[in-house]
């Protein structure tokens, strides 16, 4: 499975920004899809998840309430809606895709992962 995120940035704070993430090689509903980054001196985390059939999402704390992910199966692509952005949510923002079940969200737990794309949110 190859995965392609897309759609970072430099916005400002509060505004708004949607990654998109295209996959190809593989059954796309068969993978639960996850959104992770990595901010400048941090470790990669977690920031939301979608089951196969998008029937179930998963949010961190940081971002419940603005962000939110949804997925075309068509169209074999996630999306991560980011709104009200904070400065604190500058990272390179990674889509990953795991097929077991059930779903760690961490880095070891994932079966593919995309390039990066940055997301610089000035304040």
């Known amino acids: 499975v190859q995965l392609q995120a897309s759609g970072g940035g430099l916005v400002q704070a509060g505004d708004s920004l949607r990654l998109s993430c295209a996959a190809s090689?593989?059954?796309?509903?068969?993978?639960?899809m996850g959104w992770f980054r990595q901010a400048p001196g941090k470790e990669r985390e977690f920031v939301v998840g979608?089951?196969?059939?998008?029937?179930?999402?998963y949010y961190s704390n940081s971002v419940k309430g603005r962000f939110t992910i949804s997925r075309d199966n068509a169209k074999n692509t996630v999306y991560l809606q980011m709104n009200r952005l904070k400065s604190e949510d500058t990272a390179v923002y990674y889509c990953?895709?795991?097929?077991?079940?059930?779903?760690?969200?961490?880095?070891?737990?994932?079966?593919?992962w995309g390039k990066g794309t940055q997301v610089t949110v000035s304040s």
């Open positions: 979608i089951s196969g059939n998008g029937g179930r999402t």
């Open positions: 990953a895709a795991v097929n077991r079940y059930p779903y760690t969200w961490n880095g070891d737990g994932m079966d593919y």
């Open positions: 090689g593989g059954i796309f509903s068969n993978y639960a």
